[in-house]
C-alpha cells in the first residue's frame, strides 16, 4: 500500500528556500569562475598598438603578394586571350585546306573517280599519312604541297591548343593564389580591427589622432627640393593624393595602397613603373638613401613590403596602412632597405 504524506507549507517552503539558495551558489559560482576568466588584465594600450601594427605589416606584406598575383592574373588573361585568337585563326586556315582538298576530290570523282592517294589523304590523319612515305609517292605535286600545307596547319593549330590550354591551368591557378591571398588579409586586418575594438575612451582617441590624421604639415617645395622633369612630375601627383585612404589592392584615385600609390604617381608623370614594391625595387638606377632626391622611391624592409616616395627635406609620403590616409613621414620612420630612381 502506497503512501501519500502531505508536505507542510512549511516544510515546503523550506525546501524552496534550499532549492533556491543552491541555484544562487550555483550560479554565483559559475559568475565567479567566468569573471575570473574574464578578468585577465586587458593589455596596455602601447601593447595593442604593437601588435595592430604587427598585424598592419603583414597584411602589407601580404597585400604585395595579392597585387603580384593580380597582375600575373591580368597578364595571363591577355595571353589566353591572343592564343585563343590564334587558335581561332588557324582552324579557319584548316577549314579552307580541307575544302579545298575536298574540291580536288570532287573534280576527280566526277571526272571517273577518286584517286586512291587522294581518297587516303581525306579518310586519314594527314599527318600519320605523311609519314607513310611509299604512299606519299603516289600523291601528285599539287597535291602533296596542299597536303604538306594543311599537316603544317594541324600541328600548328595543334600547338596553339597546347599553349592555351596551359594558359588555361596557370589562370586557374593565379586565380586560387589571388583569392588565398586575398582572404589572409581579411583575417589580418579583422584580427588588427578586433584588437582596436578593445581601446576605449582617451586610449581609443589617442591612437586615432597618432595614427588616422592626414600626418605631418608638408610645406610647398623649394631650392633643390623642389624637382622638375618627370621625377618633377611625379612629386606633384604624390603631394597632391595626401589624405586620400589606404585600400589594399588600390592604385587610385581615391584609394590607394602603397606600391598602387607610386604607380599612379608615375603614371601621372607618364612613366610606367612596376604594380609591387618588389619590382618597383628594381624599376631603376639603385642609389645612396644619402644621396636620395625628390621622386626617388624608398623601399622599407628586407622583404620591401613597402614603398614610399622621398620627396625633400628628410620627408617621403606614402600610403601606410588600412584605415590611415596617404601622408608624410620622416624618411627613416622604418628600416631602408635600398632606394631606387626610376
Known sequence: MVSHRRVSQSGLAGATRITVLSAAAVTAAAALSAGGASAAPAPAPAEVTSRVDALYEQAEKVTEDYNGASERTRKLRGEVTALQDRVARGQERVNRLRARLGAIASAQYRSGGLDPALK?????????????????DRVHGNQAGQLRELQGAQRGLEQERRAAAGKLTDLEASRREVASHKKDIERKLAAAQHLLNALTGPDRAAYDRANRGVGRSLPAPSGAAHPSGRAGAAVQAVRAAIGTPYAWGRSGPSAFDCSGLMQWAYARAGVGIPRTSQA?????RQVQVSQAQPGDLVIYRDDASHVAMYVGNGQVVHAPYPGARVRSDPVGMMPISSVTRP
Open 120 to 136: 587516303l589523304i581525306l579518310s586519314e590523319d594527314p599527318a600519320s599519312y605523311l609519314d607513310k612515305a611509299s604512299v606519299l
Open 280 to 284: 618597383q625595387r628594381g624599376a631603376g
